[in-house]
């Protein structure tokens, strides 16, 4: 290979890397901005490879390289700061569950799992849940046929909520705990639902549990993000007004290091599990460096974490993910002080946001049932 042209393509790539980093800061909603927001771990690879790409050409280097290292340099720095603190490097957000006796250890075992309307692949499903165990099971993108095979478990599970949709947004929840009051709720778009719960764990306590599975902003779906973003602030600023205990769950198609995922946590008080643990990337099953997580549990300072494990593949495109709490409330005043803290615009961002997500909202809407009557 010619030096000159690995020396040209270390540059090329190195550009490339600034551009994207800088391009995500634009102040859009647009799915052709909001979409770098994901791959920040594959951006920080590539930008890794062009920076020692250009450093083992150091002799050559003009004033141009130099300006470019610099800027590389920035944008790396902005990277790993989004994706170090998902890292055992950062402080654990959530404190590891305290050893105590059967009796005494109140525990709650979640699942979330994306199925994927087109896999047939139901049984591998139920196998898990048969294997696992949770309490409680929460699918996406689950229909009439996914209902049917989810039947088998119906023994084990006797509170559900069930919304059978072919539209990729159904969405099914499978108690052993008493529900209270479950509501099925359209906040954004008429076709697409959320689950909105009491639950009542085993030492009699209730708290809220939220289903989520918002539009994502891509070329196929939405063009912005802007009723994913409305639709998680929305929930956040609920839980926060109402001083809820809670737990929101679901495939919110975004990642944790977004400015709405994080502005939610802000808003809402609840605790990212993951942080100073360890990825748990969910998306896409079939190609291994284009990974991320796009299904996400976030809890109140209550709890504590036993463990988080990403389950084998069903055959959807998503991994199902399963995290085990442990009700914990002696704990939450010190685990309140690790919950990210508001900043003087986040409430008026967030009103703003929700305002305009309704606005989008109600345009999304009449496309949807435009399109289901042609």
């Not at 748990?280 to 463990?307: E, K």
């Not at 909202?361 to 009449?366: D, E, L, P, R, Y």
């Amino acid at each position: 290979m010619d030096i000159s042209l690995l020396f040209y393509g270390m540059q090329l790539l190195a550009g490339f890397i600034t551009f994207v980093t800088v391009w995500g800061w634009l102040p859009l909603d647009y799915w052709w901005v909001r979409v770098v927001d994901f791959p920040r771990i594959q951006i920080m690879v590539l930008g890794v490879i062009a920076w020692l790409g250009m450093l083992s050409f150091f002799s050559q280097w003009q004033m141009v390289q130099w300006v470019l290292f610099i800027a590389l340099n920035i944008t790396l720095i902005f990277q790993l700061r989004m994706v170090l603190p998902y890292t055992k490097l950062w402080k654990k957000e959530v404190q590891t569950a305290k050893k105590k006796s059967k009796a005494e250890a109140y525990q709650l075992k979640i699942m979330v799992s994306n199925v994927l309307t087109p896999n047939d692949e139901t049984h591998k499903l139920v196998d898990l849940i048969q294997q696992k165990q949770p309490d409680i099971l929460i699918t996406l993108e689950s229909d009439e046929k996914w209902q049917n095979a989810l039947n088998e478990i119906e023994p084990d599970y006797p509170y559900t909520v069930k919304v059978p949709l072919d539209n990729l947004y159904g969405m099914h929840l499978y108690s052993k705990l008493e529900l209270i009051d479950p509501t099925v709720k359209y906040l954004m778009i008429d076709d697409i639902p959320s689950i909105h719960t009491q639950l009542r764990l085993e030492n009699g306590r209730v708290i809220w549990l939220y289903c989520l599975h918002p539009m994502p902003p891509s070329p196929t779906e939405a063009d912005k993000s802007t009723t994913r973003d409305a639709e998680l602030l929305m929930v956040g600023r609920h839980i926060k007004e109402q001083g809820q205990t809670a737990i929101l769950a679901g495939d919110l198609n975004d990642v944790a290091w977004s400015k709405t995922t994080r502005r939610f946590q802000r808003i809402s008080g609840l605790l990212d599990p993951r942080v100073g643990r360890h990825f748990i990337n969910t998306f896409h099953v079939d190609y291994p460096f284009l990974r991320w997580a796009l299904d996400h549990l976030f809890h109140s300072a209550c709890f504590t974490v036993v463990d988080i494990e990403r389950l084998p593949s069903i055959g959807s495109d998503h991994f199902p993910v399963l995290t085990t709490l442990q009700y914990e409330p002696e704990e939450a005043s010190t685990q309140a002080e690790n919950a990210p803290t508001p900043q003087s615009e986040d409430f008026a961002e967030t009103e703003k946001k929700i305002q305009e997500g309704e606005k989008e909202g109600n345009k999304v809407s009449k496309e949807h049932a435009k399109e289901q009557r042609s």
